[in-house]
């Protein structure tokens, strides 16, 4: 459809941004609800954020999705944060308010639950432990939305020891870490393994485990998307692992913010999922 004066706008913010599929995902919803609406990619430099940031009630915009590498550094940029954001240390949906402030918020938390809640019916987070491989933003982001659904225990590990134990730290939570080297032997009986690093990504290095020691009924959740399944989700899947690719999470996420941008709460369909994959 066609733009009128009156559009209202949004987009995603990161460096590079090419990459992003949010552009993909949003557009679907803007075209089916057939909003008077645009959702764009605003490549930004890290030095150029603040003044980004600043700049969007000026432009007319209702908010932005923040991507890599800005979801940390815009946290002290906002007028209000809120408390899922300040405990995950990241805000990746950005509100200009009425009287053009910024209110900062992360969904990354939700819409990874949501993923698992649709795509995982025989898991309940009471089960039992869940491993969680990686400590940057997404991790921070999963870890707790686990301690929240009152997972019993969370063992965290990273390839960098010691941002595991700052993250761990700062999240509190019934969460271990423990020394990557371990990683097999961490698998032992846990009944949710989350990969949240970028290993087994197109172009990165393999994430290399063995999910032997896995519980029989385990849920096996890579955040990755490209590949769609990767190493790791084929390997769980040859074992008779229930899995959950990472692209749920990704439209999950997305829900808040195009309801608080455009004023419609869309449907995650799997003709969107259809839609995006065939545009990726």
């Known amino acids: 459809m066609s733009l009128s004066g009156h559009a209202k706008l949004a987009g995603v913010m990161g460096w590079p941004i090419s990459h992003s599929l949010s552009p993909r995902l ?6 089916e609800h057939e909003i008077d609406g645009a959702y764009v990619p605003l490549p930004v430099a890290p030095n150029n954020l603040e003044h980004a940031l600043r700049a969007l009630p000026s432009l007319g915009f ?4 923040l991507t890599v590498p ?14 899922i954001a300040r405990r995950i240390g ?19 938390a939700s819409g990874f639950m949501e993923n698992l809640r649709l795509n995982a019916l025989a898991w309940l987070p009471t089960d039992g432990a869940a491993v969680v491989l990686g ?7 999963v870890v707790a939305a686990l301690i929240d659904a009152n ?38 009986d846990a ?10 990504m197109v172009n990165q290095p393999p994430l290399e485990i063995s999910l032997k020691l896995l519980s029989k ?12 399944e990767t190493e790791l989700l084929f390997e769980a899947r040859r074992l008779g692992r229930q899995t959950v690719d990472g692209l749920g999470m990704l439209l999950h996420q997305a829900v808040p913010g195009f309801e608080g941008w455009f004023g419609v709460r869309p449907d995650v369909s799997a003709e969107l999922r259809q839609s995006v994959l065939t545009s990726a």
């Open 151 to 188: 997972v019993p225990e969370i063992r965290l590990l990273n390839r960098t020891f010691e941002k595991a134990v700052s993250l761990a730290e700062s999240l509190e939570g019934p969460t271990k870490v423990i020394d990557w080297a371990d990683r097999d032997e961490a698998l032992s």
């Open 191 to 200: 009944v949710l393994l989350v990969n949240t690093t970028i290993l087994g």
């Open 26 to 31: 949003h557009g679907y919803w803007l075209r």
């Open 62 to 65: 209702s908010g932005v999705n």
């Open 70 to 83: 800005h979801k940390e550094s815009a946290l002290p940029i906002m007028d209000t944060v809120t408390d």
């Open 90 to 108: 990241a805000v990746n949906t950005v509100f200009v308010t009425d009287d053009g402030k910024l209110t900062g918020t992360n969904t990354d």
């Open 135 to 141: 400590a940057g933003g997404a991790a921070r982001a």
């Open 217 to 228: 009924t385990a849920i096996v959740n890579d955040l990755v998307y490209a590949p769609l």
